[in-house]
Structures are given as structure tokens and as C-alpha cells.
């Protein structure tokens, strides 16, 4: 399936949560690019990390992602740049989930810019 002109419905891709160490290598990224060319729109988000998840992981053995717990989802800058620099201009790309919904991107009104200011705007 690709990006049909005429469709009725669009496609979202969610990529999330996209966590350092454990889906960023450059391989993850190339595969993310390669499914968002079957999607209107693509959103990444990054792992909420909370005292619970840290717990999780700390009881698991898994190596902690981050130093402390946020009360926001976290995309360190240099992966997001990563995420930016894999994916071409003519990609829609959204770092918000509500920003990358059907409704709000696909309505005539919705302005698609560059920066990562509003939900009027995109990762371009």
C-alpha cells in the first residue's frame, strides 16, 4: 500500500515510544522511513519515563535509558536529529501524537510548516 491520492481514509504510522538503546539503531530508523512511505502521515514519540517504568527496568536488568524520570515523554535532541535526518522533506512527519491524527492533518485548514512549535506545524 502507498500513499493513494484518492483514498478515502488515511494511514498513521505511531512510531512510539522510540527509547536510545532500544529501537534507535540506524537500522530501526531506516525501517521507520521505509514503512512511513506506506502512511499518509508519520508521528514519534519518545518513552514516557516514569518511577514505575524505571522500576521495570531496574527489576529486569535492562539498561536504563535515562539518568532520571521525566514528567514528559523524552526524544534526547541528537535522535531526534537522527529521526530527522533519515527521513526526506516530502515525508509528513509529526514529533506530537495529537498533531499527526487524521483529522487534525488532513483537513484543508491545517498548516504544514517547518519546527516543532504547534500542532499547526510538522517535524518539516
Known amino acids: 500500500m502507498s500513499r493513494p491520492e484518492h483514498r478515502r481514509y488515511r494511514t498513521v504510522l505511531y512510531w512510539r515510544p522510540l527509547v536510545?538503546?532500544?529501537?534507535?539503531?540506524?537500522?530501526?530508523?531506516?525501517?521507520?522511513y521505509k514503512f512511513a512511505q506506506h502512511a499518509d502521515t508519520t508521528v514519534f514519540t519518545g518513552?514516557?519515563?516514569r518511577d514505575q517504568i524505571a522500576e521495570y527496568y531496574k527489576a529486569s536488568g535492562l539498561p536504563e535509558p535515562y539518568t532520571d524520570t521525566a514528567r514528559r515523554?523524552?526524544?534526547?535532541?541528537?535522535?531526534?536529529?537522527?529521526?530527522?535526518?533519515?527521513?526526506?522533506?516530502?515525508t509528513p512527519l509529526f514529533r506530537k501524537t495529537s498533531c499527526g491524527s487524521?483529522?487534525?492533518?488532513?483537513?484543508?485548514?491545517?498548516?504544514?510548516?517547518?519546527?516543532f512549535q504547534n500542532c499547526a506545524t510538522s517535524a518539516r
Do not use: S, W
Not at 536510545?20 to 521507520?32: I, K, R, S
Open 20 to 32: 536510545p538503546g532500544l529501537n534507535d539503531t540506524d537500522e530501526h530508523l531506516d525501517q521507520a
Open 73 to 90: 515523554k523524552i526524544v534526547p535532541e541528537t535522535l531526534e536529529q537522527r529521526v530527522l535526518a533519515t527521513f526526506d522533506a516530502a
Open 102 to 115: 487524521p483529522r487534525r492533518t488532513f483537513f484543508p485548514t491545517t498548516t504544514v510548516t517547518t519546527g
Open 47 to 49: 518513552l514516557f519515563y
